[in-house]
């Protein structure tokens, strides 16, 4: 009885929020994690698409749900009813997530990156005015053009992407050298497939003198590349 109960107010309080939120989106704006504000047009483009409206919806009575079943007497009045409080509104600002998540996806920038292990940790070159004090000019840089990695402290082609603007390192692994044998392996000392490692750790590994002959490259992994990964570490990946 009890669940039921607990079901049915989480369902109360979705549909509750969601209108609730809505309705205080008329005089708020919601700002992305680079202080972009999203366009008043695009939020009323999700909110009264009916597929994203019930996606927001559930990610709501989830929400309420766990809480509620994680703290059930924090929502609980005298008559032993689950009844709204302040506290709950919390759970509205999923609205504002969702949207700024759907907004993010849809955005890109350009960055250079390094073809051999995709960092964009680069160094290329540039044109200069020596006459004007080394004025710099514009950067000597089209597709497949030589550059320096930073990361692998290799010379390596730096090529110019499109991806997502919400896009960041989040880790590296250690794989087989492409064109060798070992391409498409992992390292031995990676644990999975799914483990990330900083950059001092990557390192430890490709330093590590039981690789006899066997040839292992550094690889960047960005966020979106691996679904649920394991982070080996902390702080800052470099």
Known sequence: MKTTKKLKFALTMCLLLFDMRVKDLNNAMIITDDNEQIPV??????????????????????SVLAAVETEPKAFLNDNNEYHYNSNIYAHAYLVDSYIQKMYDDTRTKYVYRCTHCNSD??????WVDPNKGNKFVDYEVDDDQSGWCVDEQLIAEVQTVEIKKSARVI??????????????????SMSNVYYLYNLEQAKNMLNNKNNREEQWQLLTIWSGDIEDPTIMFTGDPR
């Open 171 to 188: 880790g590296f692994q250690v794989v087989g050298e492409k064109g060798t044998s070992e391409e498409g392996k992992m390292h031995p």
């Open 121 to 126: 940790n680069v160094q290329v070159k540039a």
């Open 41 to 62: 047009d695009y939020i009323d483009s999700i909110l009264n698409n009916v597929a994203h409206a019930v996606a927001i919806k559930e990610k709501i009575r989830m």
